[in-house]
């Protein structure tokens, strides 16, 4: 048995959805969707230095490379079916592997989303997920779907991830303020982030349209407001006052809580609209599913975005999206 | 618009088959194949050095990495459908990306398979396709279904791209012996394979098992015989016989000859089984998919494999797969 076996061996994964007809060891899986279900599909590629740091444990990672595809499937409203895995390593190393398929498998386990094939290469370290659900033909919850005076809301909180990136990153004026106690917390959401899946599904019939929070809250609100044609006026206080593992973001709003919240990324949170009938609807959806909701905003007619603090005040809007080449 | 954008722009795709519902720019793409048919999908990753040399031209590189995704496709009996592109790449070069585009996105119309998704970001040059393809319930060609007494089948012939490797490494005794002509067409053959999409759809209902040749013929003809609990008898110099392109390979049987064809691998033909009674019919898909195959041996029930020469004689069976760790 050759090096390359001993890898896949490392990935057998014994779910058999109803969806999946034919999985690993073909050339190619086959997948059948229910009747009447789309096939939602999404591929994101994570390299390290850019994703993910090199202090990372192999078991995060593997959960971590799932989740964040995962969560793509969450904001359309999709229920995971499978998963295709391509993976470069600069060398087999059996531990690292057992520690990535045990952290990746698990999640996988937890969503019921089969393992269906893939491919492995020596390389630099590159691990590329392509995910696949199922989402009834009408009920997607498309990001150019939104209505003028729709409420805006997010899932869970931001600025978490961003938070233990820049400890991390040894950012001046950051370390210090954080007791260990929230850098583990925030760390935990950097490493481990939470597919808001029960969220997504809930929200069928009931959203207009939706994104996950995964290049900041600002840019991805953004491709929802631009494929809708919308403006947006937000309260960010919203989000300062429902951060509940980081008391660092709340109590230094001009700087630090504002910056991560509304431009952080790494959330992998829901952003969506709703209208205004469907307040109480949203909260059981929101309990339904276990996942903290809040209301930030509405959209309007007019292009652009207007932040408005509690007191009334307008902030700039200096804060661009993360770009992976910026 | 960010260079992020700009490089998005080389990939946007005006071809929307009737299976795709929603395209690029959500969180997910969605698609719908036709009513009883199945999703075929398959994921391969290509990195610099391993599976492409740095001489190769993007816009070759563009046609390759979408070609040998096709192929497993191909060896399924699957009709392309879409695909998604994941590229990892050292900075934002414009003119290769609009080369490397060019050919990804030619390929891809000529077989109407659409871009509906991907992801870019920064970091050593690595591309990851998955492809989708539909392919009716019950006609798929999988690995596991070889018969005993069946006979063997290639499509086009094998070892060309092993022998332009070979030149580019320098082998003594390789680049000697190639005229510039044959060198051109085996190089095109290694930078530019056919997948053979026609051969695959008119094998449905015909073939009992087919595999893509990908890492040698020996190799995955084996996963064929594996998958099918069978042994095999090959008659190789039929494969000699049959090289258009490099007469160097028919005229050293004893060393490059063999080994080129039986393990060179990166030839993205096909190889299948199919029953005696179907010999007239293979040879007429073969002509209506204008795509050459020979019959190269048989399957039988004693597990092992054994190659006889024209004159009746066994060769050593010394020749091992290509192993991307090896």
């Known amino acids: 048995m050759g090096e390359f076996d001993l890898i896949r061996r490392h990935f057998q994964h014994a779910l058999h959805p109803p969806g ?5 060891g073909d050339d190619c899986a086959l997948l059948a969707p229910a009747p ?35 969560s793509d499937l969450a904001a359309m ?19 690292w592997l057992a520690a990535f398929a045990k952290g990746l498998l698990a999640l996988a386990d937890t969503h019921g989303c089969a393992l269906v094939g893939g491919d492995t290469t020596a390389g630099p370290l590159n691990i590329c997920i392509t995910v696949f659900g199922q989402v009834p033909e009408h009920q997607a919850l498309r990001r150019s779907a939104a209505q003028v005076g729709d409420d805006i809301y997010v899932s869970g909180c931001l600025g978490d991830a961003r938070l233990a990136l820049e400890v ?51 840019g991805d609100l953004g491709h929802i407001l631009t494929a809708s044609g919308l403006g947006a006026v937000l309260h960010p206080d919203e989000l300062l006052n429902n951060i509940a593992t980081n008391p660092i973001l709340s109590s230094d709003r001009g700087h630090f809580g504002y910056e991560y919240c509304l431009t952080g990324g790494d959330d992998y949170e829901l952003v969506f609209t709703a209208p205004p009938s469907a ?9 339904a599913s276990h996942t903290p909701v809040i ?5 309007v007619a007019q292009l652009g975005l207007t932040l408005l603090t509690a007191s009334g005040q307008v902030l700039p809007q200096r804060w661009a999206s993360f770009d992976h080449f910026a």
């Open 20 to 24: 999946v007809a034919l999985h690993n």
């Open 36 to 70: 009447g279900m789309r096939l939602a599909v999404s591929t994101d590629m994570l390299v390290e230095g850019r994703h993910f740091l090199s202090t990372v444990s192999p078991e995060a990672l593997g959960h971590k490379a799932l989740a964040v595809n995962l």
């Open 77 to 95: 409203g999709a229920e995971p079916l499978a998963f295709t895995l391509a993976l470069s390593l600069p060398r087999a190393d059996d531990a």
């Open 168 to 218: 991390f990153r040894g950012t001046p004026g950051v370390c210090g303020l954080v007791s260990a106690e929230a850098f583990a917390a925030a760390r935990l959401r950097m490493e481990r982030p939470t597919p808001r899946l029960a969220l997504g599904m809930a929200l069928r019939g009931l959203a207009h349209a939706a994104a996950d929070v995964s290049d900041g809250l600002l």
């Open 279 to 287: 307040r109480a609807a949203v909260q059981q959806a929101a309990s």
């Open 295 to 299: 209301r930030i905003g509405h959209t």
